[in-house]
């Protein structure tokens, strides 16, 4: 989808331009600098898919601001569509790249191996959900508990495990603004990647769902989605979410399969069944977590994945077209 660019003239939204982008890219967060700094500071870099969308808005970004070229590049977190356009983004502008700590070994050994890329010039992602992610490295990280620095803010760097257990938020306390990632959204918040891995993540969940509460914020800016202010009441939102899936893991079990599916297609466009049934097969988050939530009374991995396909569609959220689905 276009960009839809959020401004304001005065605080909180002074010197920032939010940059609200869909599903299958984050949003971006274009921190314009104080006097003294260096450049802009870019959070988050959308999907690989829309590089060139990216570069593009955070150009035109600059130019209306009439500053420098981008000083740097932050990661809120390490998925696909938050971190996709690093690649581009570095080589447009040289600017150096933080990400959190926790994964910051791997992904120095994953950008030093260079894994194979296909014919459209991307790789697959190395954390099992089978999504293009180009090739990256960074320069340093975002550790919790140390400020950041930018546009004549301190933004204060809070873990914000859960969706992810290596992702970070950033709050800037003075003007009560937080950047939540997929921690907290207007109507909920990211797949819980951990319990569809096997591993614990609602209580993470519900922790930061408590430090949010806890702090003094006056507007979030999501991931996706427009920036809000009732955080009051996305927090209630989200904690009756979180609640239906403690009580019922296999519910958000087969939200998060129809969530992966469903991105997917979004990266494809279209596709024959068959072929994105053998892609999701083959992809390890998916086929685990059949293995740890198997349906009663369904025979394979395959025959549930094909029944969410089913439901998908008869949602409105793709369309078949005999062999072939497509996104809507």
């Known amino acids: 989808m276009p960009a839809a660019i959020h401004t304001r003239a005065s605080d909180p939204f ?12 984050s949003n971006n967060l274009l921190i314009h600098p104080a006097r003294g700094e260096a450049g802009a500071l870019l959070v988050d870099a959308s999907h690989a898919n829309h590089a060139a969308q990216t570069l593009a808005l955070v150009r035109q970004a600059l130019a209306a601001a009439g500053e420098a070229p981008l000083a740097g590049i932050v990661n809120t977190h390490l998925h696909s569509d938050h971190c996709g356009g690093n690649a581009t983004l570095q080589a447009a502008f040289g600017a150096p790249l933080r990400i959190p700590p926790g994964q910051a070994e791997t992904v120095r050994a994953w ?7 296909g014919a459209d010039g991307v790789g697959r992602s190395w954390d099992g959900t089978g999504q293009r992610l180009m090739p990256f490295c960074h320069d340093g990280v975002l550790t919790p508990g140390e400020p950041l620095v930018a546009g004549g803010r301190e933004w204060q760097v809070l873990p914000a495990p859960g969706h992810d257990p290596d992702s970070v938020m950033l709050f800037d306390a003075a003007s ?4 939540s990632a997929d921690a907290l959204w207007e109507h909920g918040f990211g797949v819980v990647f951990p319990e569809i891995e096997g591993e614990p993540g609602f209580d993470d969940v519900g922790a930061v769902l408590d430090q949010i509460a806890a702090l003094p914020v006056r507007w979030v800016l999501p991931g996706h989605g427009a920036p809000f202010s009732d955080v009051a009441g996305a927090l209630g939102r989200a904690r009756s979410r979180l609640a239906g899936f403690q009580a019922d ?7 998060a399969m ?6 997917h297609l979004m990266e494809e466009r279209s596709q024959p069944v068959e072929a994105l049934l053998d892609w999701a097969e083959d992809t390890p988050l998916l086929r685990g ?3 740890l939530n198997p349906p009663r009374g369904v025979p394979s991995a395959r025959a549930w994945l094909r029944a969410l396909l089913e439901e998908l569609a008869a949602a409105g959220a793709l369309r078949a077209d005999g062999d072939t689905v497509h996104d809507c």
């Open 14 to 25: 002074d010197g920032l331009t939010v940059l609200e982008r869909g599903w299958l890219s």
């Open 111 to 117: 950008f030093d191996s260079r894994p194979p890329v």
């Open 176 to 179: 009560g603004v937080l950047v």
């Open 249 to 255: 893991p296999s519910r958000h079990a087969r939200h």
């Open 258 to 263: 129809k969530v992966l599916l469903k991105y």
């Open 289 to 291: 977590a059949w293995a």
